[in-house]
């Protein structure tokens, strides 16, 4: 996952998003939702394949093995 400066960063691409724009979500409200599903294993961090390159995203529900 990107850090959150990273143009990559998933609540940044979010608040780029017009619907997003258009009904007033900051991406801090965005990042405060992301930390929530987090912490409570709604979503998790993991990669977008199993080799070495694959890119780390959010999946949903808890890690396997986790």
Sequence with gaps: MAGQTSPEFGPTLIAALPDTKKEGVR??????????????????????????KGKKCLLPGRREGG
């Design 27 to 52: 991406k801090r409200e965005l990042v405060d939702a992301m930390s929530r599903l987090l912490a409570t294993d709604r979503i998790h961090v993991g990669k977008t394949n199993q080799t070495l």
